[in-house]
């Protein structure tokens, strides 16, 4: 059974950092790209991040900011956080797709690991 568990998240001030970590069981590590979502409150889940064999993608907002990394080792991939801003905060979920490349849409991905929440105080 795939399944993604992801921790991290808590409460940070603005400028501040944390690192997300979305641990894995149950499937190759190297058979899946993982991506990470996220939802503020009010609004619909989106995609920040996603880390495949051969390349990391990012949504614009969080470029030079956020870096997605992996350790196979582990089965784990981490998000790294840094200038954290108050419109960061959200519940942040990692997700499997079943590819070697990554994908920007929910539909992609076929197992979601439970939310962790970041908040950023001003």
């Known amino acids: 059974e795939v399944q993604l568990q992801a921790s991290g998240g808590g409460l940070v001030q603005a400028g501040g950092s944390l690192r997300l970590s979305c641990l894995v069981s149950?499937?190759?590590?190297?058979?899946?790209?993982i991506g990470w979502f996220r939802q503020a409150p009010g609004k619909e889940r989106k995609w920040v991040s996603c880390?495949?064999?051969?390349?990391?993608s990012y949504m614009e907002f969080v470029k030079g900011r956020f870096t997605i990394s992996s350790d196979s080792a582990k089965s784990t991939v981490y998000l790294h956080m840094n200038n954290l801003k108050p419109e960061d905060t959200a519940l942040y979920y990692c997700?499997?797709?079943?590819?070697?490349?990554?994908?920007?849409?929910?539909?992609?991905?076929?197992?979601w690991g439970q939310g962790t929440l970041v908040t950023v105080s001003s």
């Open positions: 997700a499997a797709k079943h590819s070697l490349f990554c994908s920007r849409y929910e539909w992609a991905y076929n197992a």
């Open positions: 149950g499937f190759s590590f190297d058979d899946y790209a």
């Open positions: 880390i495949d064999s051969s390349e990391e």
